[in-house]
């Protein structure tokens, strides 16, 4: 075969892996992070009664509404919010429109595993940072001089936060860089650093509609900062991605915004059965750590996470096992309903009996 010289042009790339999406509908599916309740029911009536007519229709090209609305429920101005195709959209946009610097960004060596591959398709450099043996984050390592850092509060997928006095330091001693707080876990959490954008014109918080709001199937993420990282942002999105949000994300979100009640009650509902959850994974011996989000990150202390992992699928539960240094001896769990994670818990209390 003759060497195909393009071959060594092409781009080289190792793409994230999703959790699996099964086919079958009586699968509990535990493995993506997704909400086990619907979205609002104003959600289902925007639905219900969309004028298909609408549909001939660009959509808003800057999600307008939409930022108005945020505005109005993070109590910020519409210059201070930026839209996008889902969390990874907004943070991809991030990443295209800041880091441009010679030298690394820093991130957690353990941490979203979406970061890498946008560093290596963009080709930024980066540096990333050990957490220590309770997979906590030490502030320190990201004083050094660097090109941007990156750190999602809640972490994942360890599911620890941090709080206000952290983010505070890690911002006191970045002050010439862009600081991205990647909070797509933060409603289950317990710090929200939105309230710093006014003080720090170098920070950017990002969030999602996907956990919290039920909405991953729609697409919908912001990012909140001063209105000049706004508008450059917004530029990036524009240059090399025309797909605004579509008429559905736009409306179905600002549906979402509008249900206070609904979205307390639901993430409330979470954070009690995960609380609950972690009580009887502790009891079963499992080390745990205290999550502020909405999956816990378990490990045995004898039976190997893989095996846990095709017992549970076998029995048509789906978690998730990152074969990967480090972690290869934990799992993730997302919360389901009460009733799904009480037979997750049996299940693995069989295997556990069972050996
Ligand atoms: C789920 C997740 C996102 C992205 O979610 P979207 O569905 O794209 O909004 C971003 N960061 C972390 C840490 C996540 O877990």
């Known amino acids: 075969m003759s060497e195909k010289l393009w071959r060594k042009n092409l781009i080289n790339i190792e793409p994230y892996v999703a959790g699996e999406q099964p086919k079958n509908e009586n699968i509990i599916k535990l493995n993506a992070n997704e909400n086990p309740y619907p979205p609002a ?12 007519f609408d549909l001939k229709k660009y959509p808003s090209a800057d999600a307008v509404p939409l930022k108005a609305a945020l505005a109005e429920r993070y109590g910020l101005k519409a210059e201070n919010v930026f839209c996008g195709n889902g969390s990874d959209d ?26 890498p591959v946008w560093c290596e398709l963009l080709k930024i450099p980066y540096e990333t940072k050990p957490v220590d043996g309770d997979f906590l984050i030490n502030v320190k390592d990201y004083y050094p001089e660097n090109g941007g850092v990156v750190i999602p509060n809640p972490n994942a997928p360890t599911a620890i936060g941090v709080g206000k006095d952290f983010i505070v330091d890690l911002l006191e001693h970045n002050r010439d860089c862009i600081v991205i707080i990647d909070e797509a876990y933060v409603d289950f959490g317990r710090y929200s650093c939105v309230e710093l954008i006014e003080k720090y014109d170098n920070l950017i918080v990002t969030q999602t509609f996907s956990k919290s709001r039920s909405l991953a199937g729609m697409r919908i993420g912001m990012a909140f900062a001063q209105p000049e990282l706004i508008n450059y942002m917004q530029a990036v999105k524009d240059s ?6 579509d008429q559905l994300a736009i409306e179905t979100a600002i549906a979402s915004l509008k249900d206070e009640e609904y979205f307390r009650e639901t993430v409330g509902k979470v954070k ?3 609380d609950r959850s972690a009580a009887a994974f502790r009891e079963m011996g499992f080390t745990v750590t205290d999550s502020e989000t909405n999956f816990l990150f378990v490990k045995h202390p004898t039976i190997p996470a893989e095996e846990i992992f095709s017992y549970t699928r076998e029995k048509g539960i789906f978690i998730r096992y990152f074969k990967k240094p480090v972690i290869d001896r934990w799992l993730r769990i997302t919360i389901g309903t009460d009733e799904e994670m009480d037979k997750l818990i049996s299940a693995v209390r069989e295997l556990i009996e069972s050996r």
């Open 41 to 52: 029911p104003a959600v289902a009536e925007v639905l219900a009664k969309k004028d298909i």
């Open 240 to 245: 090399y991605n025309s797909y605004p949000l």
């Open 90 to 115: 907004v943070l991809a946009t991030a990443f295209r429109a800041f880091f441009n610097s010679d030298k690394p960004i820093f991130y957690p060596d353990i941490t979203y595993s979406f970061y």
């Open 272 to 274: 009690a059965t995960r």
